[in-house]
């Protein structure tokens, strides 16, 4: 009998900015924890904002990294993510966690995507639980749950902070700053130095910092479900 199933939400965004440099979602950001899930027997559904292919940020394509060797191999999992489930088809009562993958791209179209905000609310609502690591954090920043509140209010939350994005050189580039919207929307952002792992966890909502936090991301999201009995 399969365990409790997870919604994997990768961006659709491809480009970044007005540079005309690609972007897209960042692999390690995705396969360490896609399988400390499903070596833990949890099942995963991958989805985007447009459904179909999920661009990929060439620049992440480290295959010293052997859970992204392992993803590239993965036949399996390497089609999930070319044939994504359109977020409008997802329905939250299939899921007891989602989880966003960072890369650039969430930070133009999962920040603002409406159908992923309301998966993420309706889930979170139903005892699921709330996970993103590094820019990933763009998918959750602006959910708003039924209360009216934002989902980060008054919790510990972290994301890709200001401080590496000078360093990327790319803070002229984002529609945003993720560490100054995450903490005016009432989050309680804490951070590590620079590129260093940071794991948050508060309550049902569990984000990571940066590439470095993505294996943590997957063992504080396999704990946090199997503490649940999943």
Known sequence: MSRAKVLIVLTSHDR??????PTGYYLPELTHPLYALLDAGFDVDISSPKGGAAPMDPRSKDLDDPENKRFLDDQN????????LKLAD??????????????HGPMWDLAEDQ??????????????VVAAVCHGSAGIVNVKLSSGTYLVAGK???GFSNEEEDAAGLSKVMPFMLESLLAERGGKYVKSPLWKEKVVIDGRLITGQNPASAKGIGIQLVKALSDQGN
């Not at 997802?90 to 960072?102: E, H, R």
């Open 90 to 103: 997802a329905k939250a009562q299939d899921y007891k966690a989602i989880l966003y993958p960072g890369g």
């Open 115 to 128: 159908v992923s905000q309301s998966l993420a609310r309706q889930i979170y609502e139903h005892n699921g």
């Open 16 to 21: 970044m900015g007005d540079t005309g440099e």
């Open 156 to 158: 510990q939350v972290t």
């Open 77 to 84: 999992m390497t089609a999930k993510v070319k044939h994504s």
